[in-house]
Nanobody
Framework: QVQLVESGGGSVQAGGSLRLSCAAS????????MGWFRQAPGKEREGIAL?????VYADSVKGRFTISKDNAKNTLYLQMDSLKPEDTAMYYC?????????????????WGQGTQVTVSS
């Protein structure tokens, strides 16, 4: 079992920044894929930043968000800059066994409880 606990969400104005953290009981090394997903009301959960064999970003956040890991602390981060109102969503940390990453949430074995991000215009 892997426990994931997110933190760092909140409310910010457009153009602002937030950093999300995901404390993991294990699986933060490159032998497993970890990533960030988000889900806005009425929409499907979407992958936005994944880190495993390589690091990839969704087009909607590329150039604004940065995913990183601190293996010593077993923590995954998501630095979010230049936030937009359309970034408003519940953000989830996820992990899967294996270093290949997938955009579909169905491939992930473990999930955190989520942290809300609200961006006002």
């Amino acid at each position: 079992q892997v426990q994931l606990v997110e933190s760092g969400g909140g409310s910010v104005q457009a153009g602002g920044s937030l950093r999300l953290s995901c404390a993991a009981s294990r699986y933060t090394d490159s032998s497993n894929c970890m990533g960030w997903f988000r889900q806005a009301p009425g929409k499907e959960r979407e992958g936005i930043a994944l880190s495993g064999a390589k690091t990839v970003y969704a087009d909607s956040v590329k150039g604004r968000f940065t995913i990183s890991k601190d293996n010593a602390k077993n923590t995954l981060y998501l630095q979010m800059d230049s936030l937009k109102p359309e970034d408003t969503a519940m953000y989830y940390c996820a992990a899967r066994v294996g270093y290949f990453c997938y955009w579909s949430s169905t491939h992930y074995n473990y999930w955190g409880q989520g942290t809300q991000v609200t961006v006002s215009s």
